[in-house]
């Protein structure tokens, strides 16, 4: 091998791990994302409800 050679191989090497680790970083955000989706999601739903039945405990109060 000549060192130029060499010296291009270290930067092709270089360049495939920063893109691997560019890849792997998009995929845990995207992970770690549809996870707080998930958890805002499962305590948001619960608190709608509640409000949905003191809206229908109310509105019938008020019709009937």
Known sequence: ???STSKNESV???FGKHALAGV???IAAWIVI???IGIV???FVPV???AAIA???W???VLF
């Open 41 to 43: 999601a499962a305590l």
């Open 24 to 26: 792997v970083l998009l």
């Open 1 to 3: 091998m000549t060192p």
């Open 34 to 36: 549809k996870l707080v």
């Open 59 to 61: 509105a019938y109060r």
């Open 48 to 50: 709608l409800i509640i």
């Open 12 to 14: 092709v090497e270089r």
């Open 55 to 57: 809206a229908m405990i």
